[in-house]
């Protein structure tokens, strides 16, 4: 199994990047998805995250309205769409996948602290975005 992360870059602030994250050897219809980041000398942030079923979706306060997570099963490739960047989204984003109930993604399920924790089965290798002022 493995999840391919790409889409990073370079990009001023206000730009606009879309990261992908592209799963091979197993079944993306099975998995619920999470966006995570960490920056330089912080903590890892749960960025968003969206259910099997794509019905339910949770985006961090410090994004919500700027990106959109979504999925694509029959191409076992998720999505994330991220406008207006500032600089303080500059960070290392890893998506990650775990099976969860049906209609609920990871944060919903666990809670923001123990998704920050839980041993997801299967993690991308990140990708870099940089948002220059």
């Known amino acids: 199994v493995q999840l391919q992360a790409s889409g990073g870059g370079l990009v001023q602030a206000g730009g606009s990047l879309r990261l992908s994250c592209s799963i091979s050897?197993?079944?993306?219809?099975?998995?619920?998805i999470v966006w995570f980041r960490q920056a330089p000398g912080k903590e890892r942030d749960v960025v968003s995250s969206?259910?099997?079923?794509?019905?339910?979706?949770y985006y961090a306060h410090s994004v919500k309205g700027r990106f959109t997570l979504s999925r694509d099963n029959a191409k076992n490739t998720v999505y994330l769409q991220m406008n207006s960047l500032k600089p303080e989204d500059t960070a290392v984003y890893y998506c990650?996948?775990?099976?969860?109930?049906?209609?609920?993604?990871?944060?919903?399920?666990?809670?923001?602290?123990?998704?920050?924790?839980?041993?997801?089965?299967?993690w991308g290798q990140g990708t870099q975005v940089t948002v220059s002022s």
């Open positions: 990650a996948i775990d099976v969860f109930p049906t209609g609920a993604d990871a944060v919903q399920a666990l809670g923001e602290i123990d998704c920050l924790q839980w041993p997801f089965d299967y």
């Open positions: 050897g197993i079944s993306l219809d099975d998995y619920t």
């Open positions: 969206i259910s099997r079923n794509g019905v339910t979706t």
